[in-house]
C-alpha cells in the first residue's frame, strides 16, 4: 500500500489538511473523498505556496480560510451564533473552493437540497446573506502579504424565491398541546416566550445577571441589553405570575444562563425536539418566532393599548428607555398580567426542570 502524504487526514468522508507549507500552518478541507485526489490538491497548494514564497506570486485563498477569518475577526458581533449555523450549513459545498472559482451556480445543490429538507427561502437566504458578507470583506477590505485583494471580482449569488411566511399565532387548545408535546425544558422556554414576547436568542441569551429588581415593587424585570436586541435598543422585559413562576423554577441551576440545559446554553429553541413534537400534533407550520407574534396578538385581545404593546414587544418608537419609572413598569405588569388572567388553567402548565 502506498503511503500517505504527511499532512493529510480524514474528518468523517473527507480529506482535510493539516500542515505548515512555507512558514505558515494551513489547516482546510479538501473537499476530496479519495485520497489521491486530495493528495494532488496538497501537492498545487505547495507549489502554489512555494511560488508565493519565492516569487511573491498571489495568494489564492479558499472559502474555508476567509470563513475562519471572519468568525475570529467578528467574533462579538451580535448575529455570530446565528452566522456560524448558516456557514455550517453551507461549507460542505463552497468551503473547500478558491475564492476566485466561487459563483452563482457553485449554490445550485445546496440550495436543492436546503429546499428538499423544507427550508422556506428567507431562512436560505439568510445564509447567503453571510456567504456575501465574507466575499465583501474578501473583495474590499481584506489584503494578502503582497497588499493584493483576497478576492478580485464580487460573485453575483442567488436570491431564492418563495412566499413570505405569514404569521401562524396559535389560540390556547394548540397552545396546550404543543406545550406537552415537546421536552420539559423547551415547554417552560416556549411558555416564558408566550407572556413575553421574547425572541429566540433573547430567551437563549437570558442570563442571571440581567434581572433587575424593582424599587417599591416585590418583582423584578429582566434587561436585554442592546447588544442582544435584535434593533440594537436596551429594553426591559416585565414578568407575569407565568413567567416570574418560570424563573423561579430555574433559580439555582448552576449556570449563568436562566434556560440553560444541562449546564449549558442553549444556541436556539428550534431543534429536533421542537419539529418533533409540533408535528406529532399536527401543528408544523408553527415557528418559534409565532410564539411572539401570539403573544402580541393576545395583548391586542385583552385591550392592551398600541403604545403599550410596542413597548412589551420592544419596537423602538423614541418613547421609553430602560430608565422606565415605577409607575410605568407596574403598568407594563399589569398589561402581561392579563393574559394570565386570560387563562388561569396555563399556571399547571409549568413543570420543574431537573
Not at 418559534?288 to 407574534?293: A, G, I, P, Y
Request: glycine share 8%; hydrophobic share 35%.
Amino acid at each position: 500500500m502506498a503511503k500517505r502524504t504527511p499532512g493529510l487526514r480524514k474528518k468523517g468522508e473527507i480529506w482535510h489538511i493539516e500542515k505548515v507549507i512555507a512558514g505558515q500552518l494551513i489547516r482546510q478541507s479538501t473537499g476530496e473523498t479519495e485520497l489521491d485526489q486530495a493528495e494532488r490538491y496538497l501537492a498545487l497548494l505547495i507549489e502554489q505556496r512555494r511560488k508565493v514564497k519565492i516569487y511573491g506570486e498571489r495568494v489564492d485563498k479558499t472559502f474555508d480560510e476567509a470563513a475562519a477569518r471572519y468568525v475570529e475577526e467578528c467574533g462579538d458581533k451580535r448575529s455570530i451564533e446565528c452566522d456560524i449555523f448558516g456557514l455550517k450549513a453551507v461549507m460542505p459545498y463552497i468551503g473547500h473552493l478558491l475564492l476566485k472559482n466561487i459563483h452563482y451556480g457553485s449554490f445550485d445543490e445546496f440550495v436543492k437540497v436546503r429546499k428538499a429538507a423544507g427550508r422556506a427561502a428567507g431562512t436560505i437566504n439568510r445564509d447567503f446573506a453571510v456567504v456575501k458578507g465574507i466575499l465583501s470583506l474578501c473583495h474590499k477590505l481584506w489584503r494578502d502579504e503582497q497588499g493584493q485583494r483576497w478576492l478580485e471580482i464580487m460573485p453575483i449569488l442567488p436570491v431564492v424565491q418563495g412566499e413570505k411566511r405569514k404569521p401562524r399565532p396559535i389560540n390556547w387548545d394548540e397552545q396546550e398541546k404543543l406545550l406537552k408535546s415537546i421536552p420539559d425544558y423547551l415547554a417552560e422556554m416556549a411558555l416564558f416566550a408566550l407572556n413575553t414576547g421574547l425572541r429566540d436568542q433573547e430567551i437563549c441569551g437570558m442570563k442571571w445577571t440581567d434581572e433587575c429588581k424593582v424599587n417599591g415593587l416585590d418583582t423584578s424585570v429582566f434587561i436585554i441589553t442592546e447588544e442582544r436586541a435584535k434593533n440594537s435598543h436596551e429594553r426591559i422585559v416585565p414578568l407575569n405570575t407565568i413567567a416570574m413562576s418560570i424563573v423561579n423554577n430555574r433559580r439555582g441551576n448552576g449556570s449563568d444562563y436562566v434556560f440553560a440545559y444541562q449546564g449549558r446554553k442553549l444556541n436556539r429553541m428550534t431543534n429536533k425536539a421542537w419539529r418533533k413534537g409540533r408535528e406529532s400534533v399536527e401543528l408544523k407550520e408553527v415557528r418559534v418566532h409565532d410564539l411572539r407574534h401570539t403573544f402580541g396578538m393576545r395583548l391586542r385581545a385583552a385591550g392592551v393599548m398600541y403604545e403599550d404593546r410596542q413597548d412589551l414587544l420592544g419596537h423602538h418608537a423614541g418613547r421609553i428607555t430602560t430608565h422606565y419609572s415605577k409607575v410605568e413598569i407596574h403598568r407594563l405588569i399589569e398589561c402581561v398580567e392579563l393574559l394570565c388572567e386570560a387563562r388561569k388553567p396555563e399556571l399547571t402548565l409549568i413543570r420543574r426542570v431537573t
